[in-house]
């Protein structure tokens, strides 16, 4: 049985990593006028020997990671997509 799956070179991959964070630096500053999450504020709270310009990008960052996931958490996929990786297990060595 073939499989019918996108494949994605390692190449292509990396530069889609590389290109990540340079794409939101470009991006229009939307994330200033937002006030930080609930969560950012916890983790900027509970770090110890932070300057509070230190806290204040570590709320920002936290606040800026949360929008993407947002979006992939609130994406819904119909029932009839398949899987993009199958699971194929591999025999244990025993010996």
């Known amino acids: 049985m073939q499989d019918h799956r996108p ?4 190449r292509d991959l990396g530069r889609m990593l590389v290109a990540l ?10 994330t200033a006028k937002e006030s930080p999450s609930p969560q950012a504020e916890f983790i900027a709270a509970h770090e110890e020997g932070l300057s509070a310009q230190e806290q204040d990008r570590l709320r920002k960052s936290v606040t800026e990671g949360e929008k993407p996931l947002r979006a992939i958490r609130d994406f819904k996929l119909p029932p009839d997509v398949a899987p993009a990786v199958r699971f194929r ?3 244990a ?3």
Not at 21 to 30: C, Q
């Open 7 to 10: 494949t994605i070179s390692r």
């Open 21 to 30: 964070p340079l794409a939101s630096a470009l991006a229009p500053e939307e």
């Open 89 to 91: 297990p591999v025999k």
């Open 93 to 95: 060595r025993r010996g």
